[in-house]
């Protein structure tokens, strides 16, 4: 990947209608956090950018289930969403919202102009109606049967089992969600985005340019879009919930969430800018500025067509992406996460689990990341790799490194003497880890890059077994060097721990009373722990993880524990 002078880098916007869940964290927010910390450690600009998504249906038959006001649940939700990326240090330069009074200015400016410059339409349509309720089924108030893998519980919008973009009139046997009631076809004005008009536009960026960076999912759903051939969208809705119309006559309408939402990445920017006293356009507007833009495989659409189109018809000199990345779904228990049924694992519900145990759950979810397939998170796996990994490999090496050196050089860095051709062969190989990594981080390999960093702490333990130091014939001089060398190892990993476990990385370096430096002088490892350089108080990086635990988050799921 060639650098950029400068990165905008967007997680996607999470819906404010419920908490995060493990499947957002691995698929999303992890990547994008890990992708972004190695960016600043090489100096690089870059700005991470998200908000919660406050409008939309979802948050209104949340409301609804609820019996709240749609505000109360956007409050509540917003800020337990937000206190989870700071507990699991998730380092968004800005978290906004949509429902603040820049996001209403940037997003009804974008809507204005489209109106008077008539890039939009309006058209009379049919739509379904529970007569019960009084009210338009738009989006998730209808269900049904979808027409392309015949799931029994498609939404009016998106079938969630294939991820097929939909409209209400698409299902099979719709029917209300609110009432359950069967609907019936009502005439209603809506205003339309012709997306066909920049059907060869999108060709041209998407099936031309982007062919060969992009990822295989990404790609492919978009240029099956492209080949189906692209229509007219409703950019409106009838909802009482969302951004007003900003057109006399249309009282009861609102902008379409997924036309107002992606347009948060701008306002949130611009919040930011306010804040920082700092000029936002160059991050959005200046072509050498790379747009990385994180997002759920649900949200390809909207991502790859839509938003795109809107930047362009815009046509304020607004970049386009230059990489969209959407994981795969994270399974829980070899089953389907879902919300509704509670089959999930809440982040802030883990917390109160498991304190303190924040870099766990971030080198799993990292490790099991569904970056090129769906992939499984269990219980039992989640131990495993706590107790057999993190405890045994990394944290033992760390901590038997340090205890050696109390024990046999008073806290301080050994002077090293004769390095064999194994420590010489040792210390070069340790160099080169930090361009190995950078590399993965770089081509979005996250789960290769978090192995590649297991594996140095590998080396470090198995030096460390090998040579010994411990035993009582031991040579001083030799003694030294094992622990000098041992020593470099840690400090090379305290240093590339922070983009996966930042809070493991602050530990480190605390004990070893260092720095974070740039990531291309990790390298010169001589320079970083110096013989004589005392270090500071040690302490366990992990925490063992008891079958207890683990039987008391299956016993959550309603799973029996067997041979107990």
């Given amino acids: 990947m060639k650098k950029s002078s400068r990165y905008t880098v967007t997680a996607a916007l999470p819906y404010a209608n419920g908490p995060l869940h493990i499947g957002h964290l691995a698929g999303v927010y992890l990547p994008a956090d890990v992708f972004v910390r190695f960016l600043r450690r090489n100096n690089i600009d870059v700005i991470f950018i998200c908000g919660s998504d406050e409008h939309g249906v979802p948050i209104a038959i949340q409301a609804k289930k609820e019996n709240k006001k749609p505000k109360d649940i956007v409050n509540k939700y917003h800020h337990m969403i937000k206190n989870c990326f700071i507990d699991f240090d998730i380092k968004f330069d800005h978290y906004s919202r949509t429902s603040t009074k820049v996001h209403?200015?940037?997003?009804?400016?974008?809507?204005r102009r489209f109106y008077e410059e008539k890039k939009i339409f309006e058209k009379e349509s049919q739509q379904y109606?529970?007569?019960?309720?009084?009210?338009?089924?738009?989006?998730?108030?209808?269900?049904?049967i979808c027409p392309y893998c015949n799931n029994n519980n498609a939404y009016g919008d998106q079938c969630e089992n294939c991820g097929n973009f939909l409209n209400p009139m698409d299902l099979i046997h719709p029917k209300s969600t609110i009432s359950g009631n069967i609907p019936i076809l009502e005439k209603t004005k809506h205003w339309y985005f012709p997306l066909n008009k920049y059907q060869k536009f999108l060709e041209k960026w998407i099936l031309v340019k982007h062919k060969k960076d992009w990822k295989v999912n990404v790609y492919g759903q978009a240029k099956s879009w492209l080949d189906q051939?692209?229509?007219?969208r409703p950019i409106t809705r009838d909802l009482n919930w969302g951004i007003p119309i900003p057109i006399n006559g249309y009282e009861g309408k609102v902008m379409y969430v997924w036309f107002e939402a992606p347009i948060g990445y701008i306002s949130s920017t611009i919040e930011w800018s306010k804040i920082k006293k700092m000029d936002w356009?160059?991050?959005w507007k200046d072509e050498n500025t790379k747009l990385i833009q994180f997002i759920g495989k649900d949200n390809i659409v909207f991502h790859c067509i839509i938003f795109p189109v809107i930047l362009k018809a815009y046509n304020s000199g607004y970049i386009l992406p230059d990489q969209i990345l959407a994981n795969e779904f994270l399974n829980l228990e070899n089953k389907k996460i879902s919300t509704s049924k509670n089959w999930a694992v809440w982040l802030h519900e883990y917390l109160e689990d498991f304190p303190n145990q924040q870099d766990a759950l971030r080198y799993i979810l990292i490790a099991n990341m569904p970056d090129k397939k769906d992939n499984n998170f269990n219980w039992k796996d989640f131990q495993k790799k706590n107790n057999d990994e993190l405890v045994s490999i990394l944290g033992n090496f760390v901590n038997r490194t340090m205890t050696l050196v109390k024990r046999y050089n008073n806290g301080m860095v050994p002077y090293p003497f004769n390095f064999t051709k194994k420590d010489k062969k040792i210390l070069e190989n340790v160099k080169n880890y930090p361009n190995s990594i950078g590399f993965l981080i770089e081509s979005y390999n996250f789960r290769e890059a978090l192995t590649c960093f297991m594996n140095l702490a590998r080396v470090g333990n198995k030096y460390l077994t090998e040579e010994e130091p411990w035993k009582k014939n031991k040579e001083k001089k030799r003694l030294n060097t094992i622990l000098y060398i041992s020593l470099q190892i840690v400090g090379v990993l305290?240093?590339?721990?922070?983009?996966?476990?930042?809070?493991?990385?602050?530990?480190?370096?605390d004990m070893l009373r260092l720095q974070p430096c740039d990531w291309n002088h990790i390298k010169n490892i001589e320079k970083m722990l110096v013989p004589g350089h005392s270090l500071g108080k040690s302490s366990l990086l992990f925490e063992v993880i008891t079958n207890e635990k683990i039987e008391n988050q299956l016993s959550k799921l309603g799973i029996k524990i067997q041979n107990k």
């Fill in 281 to 283: 356009e160059p991050y």
């Fill in 229 to 232: 051939g692209l229509k007219p």
């Fill in 129 to 144: 109606f529970d007569e019960k309720e009084k009210q338009f089924l738009a989006d998730r108030y209808i269900c049904g």
């Fill in 494 to 509: 305290a240093q590339l721990s922070e983009p996966f476990l930042p809070y493991t990385a602050n530990k480190l370096l």
């Fill in 104 to 111: 209403y200015k940037i997003s009804t400016s974008f809507f």
